[in-house]
């Protein structure tokens, strides 16, 4: 079992906050269970949590969406 670090809920948080913000018709739960995705979503998680939420917002409101989905293969680690 996974257990929340505070980190990791402060990350959540902050991310629901700037979803709210650009889509106020959303609950602060739904927000919550979105910040949630997209912390688990490896593109995401490793973005500021409001950069996060403008990112997937950019998007998804785009006429013709690009390509958003895992990687079908873990990325190498760099060597160096």
Same mark, same amino acid.
Do not use: H, Y
């Given at each position: 079992m996974? @257990?929340?670090t505070p980190l990791s809920r402060a990350w959540k948080e902050r991310c629901a906050r700037r979803i709210i913000e650009l889509d106020s018709q959303l609950s602060d739960?739904?927000?919550l269970g979105i910040a949630a995705e997209f @912390?688990?979503?490896e593109r995401t998680r490793v973005?500021?949590?409001e950069d996060a939420a403008d990112f997937v917002m950019g998007v998804m409101? !785009?006429?013709?969406?690009? !390509?958003?989905?895992?990687?079908a293969r873990a990325r190498a680690p760099a060597s160096g």
């Amino acid at each position: 079992m996974n @257990e929340e670090t505070p980190l990791s809920r402060a990350w959540k948080e902050r991310c629901a906050r700037r979803i709210i913000e650009l889509d106020s018709q959303l609950s602060d739960i739904d927000a919550l269970g979105i910040a949630a995705e997209f @912390e688990a979503f490896e593109r995401t998680r490793v973005m500021a949590p409001e950069d996060a939420a403008d990112f997937v917002m950019g998007v998804m409101t !785009r006429t013709d969406p690009g !390509r958003f989905e895992r990687r079908a293969r873990a990325r190498a680690p760099a060597s160096g």
